[in-house]
């Protein structure tokens, strides 16, 4: 069946440094793939989707690539800042009704 | 800023009773949601409603019911709680069923004692 893996639960660096997230799926379908940010106790929010003319989304310096031939949407930031810590969700929508969300991964940025 | 909100914040119960949590959104989308985040964080679709019509169903015990009277609203009822059913439920809402952003509401914590 169709799904999203995100291989890391958690993810811990310091300030100044690149993050990368990971994010790959399977689907017998192209999926519309997302990645979702939520900040302690608030709601998850939209960060990226993916296009399908591959344009490369970009936001708040996040960026991902969909990558159909390794079915990937990492998510990359060239320099991790104290604010970006929070839990990062990878989804993917086949335009069935449903946004299915990989099981996240909390990002922690220390000085 | 929120535009799909939430009522109870927080709600603690014990086992056995009936809860209802409300769901309003004011950005005249088609399709709503409930999805349930549990204590490790993962977040499962329960219900998709589209143009008050039930269009997803997950794999959810029969005790859970959502309701629907109009496109802006949907709420949810759980009949006999059980303590697996502690976690935060979110509403959240789209424009259609298809890629567009998905908002969500901040969630109703529910504890089951």
């Known amino acids: 069946g169709d799904s999203v893996t995100q291989t890391e639960g958690l993810v811990t660096l310091t300030e100044g440094l690149p993050v990368m997230l990971n994010c790959t799926y399977q689907?017998?379908?192209?999926?519309?793939l997302f990645w979702y940010v939520q900040h302690l106790n608030e709601a998850p929010k939209l960060l990226l989707k993916?296009?399908?003319?591959?344009k490369r989304p970009e936001h708040q310096g996040f960026h991902a690539t969909l990558h159909k031939s390794s079915s990937s949407f990492h998510l990359q930031k060239s320099s991790a800042q104290l604010s970006d810590s929070a839990l990062y969700y990878c989804?993917?929508?086949?335009?069935?009704?449903?946004?299915?969300f990989g099981d996240g991964t909390v990002l922690t940025v220390k000085p | 800023e929120t535009a799909v909100f939430q009522t109870p914040n927080y709600h603690v119960t014990q086992v056995g009773n009936e809860v209802s949590f409300n769901c309003k959104q004011t950005?005249?989308?088609?399709?709503m949601y409930w999805y349930k985040q549990d204590s490790k964080k993962l977040l499962k679709i329960m219900f998709s409603?589209?143009?008050?019509?039930?269009?997803v169903n997950e794999t959810v015990p029969r005790r859970f019911s959502p309701q629907s009277s109009d496109k802006a609203h949907l709420n949810l009822r759980i009949k006999s709680v059980e303590p697996e059913d502690s976690a935060v439920y979110l509403c959240?809402?789209?424009?259609?069923?298809?890629?567009?952003?998905?908002?969500f509401g901040k969630g109703t914590r529910l504890t089951v004692v």
């Open positions: 959240a809402s789209s424009g259609d069923v298809a890629n567009t952003e998905v908002f």
């Open positions: 689907s017998t379908y192209s999926p519309f």
């Open positions: 993916s296009f399908t003319d591959n």
């Open positions: 989804a993917y929508n086949t335009n069935t009704g449903k946004l299915t």
């Open positions: 950005l005249g989308h088609d399709t």
């Open positions: 409603y589209n143009n008050k019509q039930l269009i």
